[in-house]
C-alpha cells in the first residue's frame, strides 16, 4: 500500500501561483497512475489532473487545463501541482490519490484507492 500526504497549500491573492506535494510511501511509486482531486464541503470530489504510471501522460479538468501542471519525480517519490493565475474559484480542499497501474477511468475517484488528507487553498479576490 502507498500513503500519501498533501503540502503546499495556503492563502494567496487571485493571480497568484501555488505549487502542491503529494509525499508517497513505498519504493513502487512509479507504478503508481497519480491524480488530483479537490472537493468542496458538501460536494463530491472533482477531478483535476492525473498522471499516468506508464508513458508519463497527462489529462486535465477543462477548469484547470492551462493553469495546472501535474508532474511527478519517481527518485523523491513526490507528485506535484503546479497552479498558475489561480482564482477565487479554485478556493476547495486539494486531495492526492494514487491508484496501482491504472489507465482507465483516471478522472473518477472511485478508481482510486488511496488518498490523502488533503490540503486547503484559498484564493482570495
Known amino acids: 500500500q502507498v500513503q500519501l500526504v498533501e503540502s503546499g497549500g495556503g492563502l494567496v491573492q487571485a493571480g497568484a501561483s501555488l505549487r502542491l506535494s503529494c509525499a508517497a510511501s513505498g519504493r513502487t511509486f512509479s507504478s503508481y497512475t497519480m491524480a488530483w482531486f479537490r472537493q468542496a464541503p458538501g460536494k463530491e470530489r472533482e477531478f483535476v489532473a492525473v498522471?499516468?504510471?506508464?508513458?508519463?501522460?497527462?489529462y486535465y479538468a477543462d477548469s484547470v487545463k492551462g493553469r495546472f501542471t501535474i508532474s511527478r519525480d519517481n527518485t523523491k517519490n513526490t507528485i506535484y501541482l503546479q497552479m498558475n493565475n489561480l482564482q477565487p474559484e479554485d478556493t476547495t480542499v486539494y486531495y492526492c490519490?494514487?491508484?496501482?497501474?491504472?489507465?482507465?477511468?483516471?478522472?473518477?475517484?472511485?478508481?482510486?484507492?488511496?488518498w490523502g488528507q488533503g490540503t486547503q487553498v484559498t484564493v482570495s479576490s
Open positions: 498522471i499516468i504510471w506508464s508513458a508519463g501522460n497527462t
Open positions: 490519490a494514487a491508484e496501482f497501474r491504472i489507465y482507465y477511468s483516471h478522472s473518477s475517484q472511485y478508481q482510486y484507492d488511496y
